[in-house]
């Protein structure tokens, strides 16, 4: 197994676009926000923010499977959060996120989104994040001069397939 940098398996990242909750509507493009992904990797639309259309980028109107939303502005404990985009989704996100596709042909998205995961989990976005009064952020030209371990791909997609049962058993509980 060899270890490569996390920018040489992006092939995307961008960052979204504010909208302030005075400009929320009730029938609009949904908006993602941080609070839109959970601690376990997933996207969550218990609470959800429209926002009128002509406000958000063209590019950042959708996102697609495979997609890979980390929050990198937020309190100290949750930057770093980040969820897998399972299903094609039309949503604009947040300036607190930054989408990531990364090159599916080196590494499995969901093999990153757990990596990103037990990146939290360490507290090593916590620790490394720049820290203001009330949030704190982790800049994603930061994020691509990591080193991630990167086995073949059927390796991966066994580690995968060990870490889905797992959260499976977890969220059962």
């Known amino acids: 197994m060899k270890n490569v940098l996390v920018g040489d ?3 995307f990242s961008g960052s979204g676009f504010a909208c302030s909750k005075s400009k929320l509507v009730e029938v609009g493009l949904l908006h993602l926000r941080p609070f839109n992904i959970s601690n376990n990797g997933e996207l969550t639309l218990k609470e959800k923010y429209f926002v009128p259309q002509s406000e958000a980028p063209i590019n950042c109107q959708q996102l697609n499977e495979g997609d890979i939303l980390f929050n990198n502005t937020n309190s100290v404990e949750l930057v ?6 399972r299903d094609p989704i039309v949503a604009g996100y947040s300036n607190h996120l ?6 599916d042909k080196v590494i499995l998205p969901t093999y990153f989104m757990y990596w990103l995961l037990y990146m939290k989990s360490t507290g090593y976005f916590s620790s490394q994040a720049t820290q203001w009064v009330s949030q704190a952020a982790y800049k994603v030209s930061d994020l ?5 371990p990167l086995p073949d791909l059927d390796v991966q997609n066994e580690i995968v397939q060990n870490l889905e049962a797992i959260s499976k058993v977890i969220s059962n509980r």
Do not use: Y
Not at 80 to 85: E, R, S, V
Not at 144 to 148: A, G, N, T, V
């Open 144 to 148: 691509k001069l990591l080193s991630i």
């Open 80 to 85: 770093g959060k980040a969820a897998l985009i």
């Open 9 to 11: 398996v992006i092939s």
């Open 98 to 103: 930054t989408r990531i596709s990364v090159d």
